[in-house]
């Protein structure tokens, strides 16, 4: 018990919970990786469009199996602006997961999880795996076919798992699906969860995560992030927030002029935009939004043990960071960072290719 | 129930399948396309469904046999098992033009050349059919080509957003300076 105190007043000490500590007299080093030092910030940024836009949508969206398709039709073509604030929300939503992506990966490269950044480091973890979570959740709303068929396969894979553990164990993956799903199969149940999972669960558990995590950051300051001595630093009061809040600008310029112009349905083939219909038959092209397909097209291809073991495994991983890297050089652990960042961006942009190359399919 | 199965049987001899159009449209883009693209019901014009033909009225059903009769291009249809685009076709081309160019498909893009933009999205109908998207939704067309019309058509605005956030930005930025010196200000007199 003495040392979980210990541990913890080592991470949060009193003593620097002050203006002067945390913000007046708070510095970030500069040098070649600095720019790495914004992406969370932009996270935030996004986050806080999402919340907006997504309170906006809320006053017209129906979460019902009946109405929501059309709901969602009526933002886009009767409510003024809708297509602007729906469209706001479904690209900072995408740009929130490649930002929370991109952070994760250079924070680990600038060995940022390093005493005394643990809880720094796991409330991120956290908000990684909730931000997923808003990912999945969200992506049933509008109800049309990808999103309910995606679904499906989406909790198909978790009963999946059922299969490769042991006898004792086979049942709770089904009944976690089920939990999930809420009834026999995706309907107004798994709706209404989604929904409020979506909406109410998510939100406020993020809410207490990033207070967490901001705090944390401001407590202890930027992580060093190179190897040596930083030969320069700048103040973080004004001049850090105000280059940050600049590159706050600039996100949401990009983001609304990528809102007014290119429709986020664009992407997608029109019959995967049609109203979901049980019984009628599935759409070809059905899959998951393109930040699953880090693990969509190794399912497709692989062993599904090998996979989930992986999966899990690269949680654990993450989750125990601080000890398991604590003495690993930060060239290493770039190495390792540049060779996920690879291998997500070739599977995210090539994965259908590398697909039909490994199944030999057209 | 037997009535239900005469109308299939009747209405079955009035429909003609047009799938070669469905079929050259997703090979051509590569999308996904359903019966959706031209037909009231993404499951095509026969069943029970709404947009099918088992589920037509009277009333309706004649709108079909006029639609059939449309032999000529020109004529004035409201096909109920064809959408907006599928009618247009059939406006454009008339039936048998329509039915000639299933032996060539791609002939469809031709003939809708001069035929205008029904969703008003910038992208013509017959680049729509050759690209695989939905000819009738503003919100749906090739990214790019979308992405180049809307910035002609929004210039005015992405101007306005650019200069107000640029404004806003700068007006923050003197605002954060100005509490920044005002803090210093007050830690000075604090030491003298």
Redesign the interface.
């Known amino acids: 018990m003495t040392s979980v105190w210990e541990f913890l007043a080592e991470r949060f000490p009193v003593e620097k919970m002050d203006l002067q500590h945390m913000v ?1 007299g708070k510095t970030v080093p500069v040098h070649r990786m600095s720019w790495a030092y914004y992406l969370g910030g932009i996270t935030l940024f996004l986050f806080l469009i999402q919340v907006v836009t997504g309170l906006m949508l809320l006053f017209y969206y129906q979460p019902t199996v009946n109405d929501a398709f059309e709901s969602v039709q009526y933002i ?1 073509e009767e409510v003024p602006g809708g ?1 602007i604030i729906r469209n706001l929300h479904a690209w900072s939503a995408s740009a929130m997961i490649f930002f929370v992506l991109a952070h994760l990966v250079t924070t680990f490269a600038m060995k940022a999880f390093a005493k005394p950044r643990e809880v720094t480091w796991l409330a991120g973890i956290g908000l990684l795996l909730i931000t997923f979570g808003f990912g999945f959740s969200g992506y049933l709303l509008p109800w049309n076919q990808i999103a309910v068929n995606a679904t499906k396969i989406g909790l198909q894979s978790i009963e999946a798992m059922g299969q490769y553990l042991p006898a004792s164990m086979a049942h709770l993956p089904t009944q976690l699906k089920e939990i999930i799903q809420g009834e026999a199969s995706v309907g107004q149940a798994t709706l209404s969860r989604f929904f409020v999972l979506h909406v109410v669960v998510l939100p406020l558990i993020s809410f207490g995560l990033i207070g967490i995590h901001l705090f944390s950051v401001q407590l202890h300051g930027m992580s060093k992030g190179i190897p040596g001595e930083v030969k320069r630093t700048e ?1 973080f ?2 001049t850090f ?2 280059k940050d ?2 590159t706050w ?1 600039a996100v ?2 990009i983001m ?2 990528l809102a ?4 986020f ?3 997608f ?6 109203p979901y ?1 049980a ?3 599935t ?3 059905i899959k998951p939004e393109w930040y699953f397909y880090m693990v969509y097209y190794p399912l497709e291809m692989l062993p599904y043990w090998l996979v989930m073991l992986a999966v899990n495994g690269g949680i654990v991983v993450l989750l125990l960071a601080p000890w398991i890297f604590k003495h690993t050089s930060i060239k290493t652990l770039r190495m390792l960072a540049v060779g996920f960042a690879l291998y997500f961006v070739i599977i995210t942009l090539f994965g259908d290719v590398i697909y039909h190359l490994v199944k030999g399919g057209a | 129930m037997v009535r239900m199965i005469c109308l299939l049987a009747f209405a079955a001899t009035m429909l003609q399948a047009y799938p070669e159009f469905q079929k050259f449209s997703q090979t051509h883009s590569g999308r996904t396309v359903n019966c959706g693209m031209c037909h009231a019901s993404p499951e095509g014009p026969d069943g029970l469904s709404f947009g099918q033909v088992g589920s037509l009225d009277s009333v309706q059903m004649e709108l079909l046999k006029d639609a059939r009769r449309a032999q000529q291009p020109g004529m004035d249809v409201n096909n109920p098992v064809l959408n907006p685009f599928g009618n247009k076709l059939v406006r454009v081309m008339g039936v048998r033009l329509l039915v000639d160019a299933k032996k060539d498909p791609a002939m469809l893009h031709f003939y809708l050349k001069d035929a205008g933009d029904m969703d008003g999205d910038g992208v013509t109908d017959a680049q729509e059919f050759l690209d695989g998207t939905n000819p009738d939704n503003r919100y749906h067309g090739d990214p790019l080509a979308l992405f180049l019309t809307n910035v002609q058509h929004h210039l005015f605005e992405i101007v306005m957003i650019f200069m107000a956030t640029g404004a806003g930005m700068f007006g923050l930025s003197n605002l954060l300076m100005a509490f920044a010196a005002g803090g210093e200000g007050k830690k000075r007199s604090n030491s003298v």
């Open positions: 007046q886009t297509h103040k009061f004004p927030i105000i809040f600049s600008g949401f310029f609304f002029i007014l112009t290119l429709p349905d664009a992407f083939s029109f019959p995967l935009m049609d219909n019984r009628g038959s759409p070809d092209g």
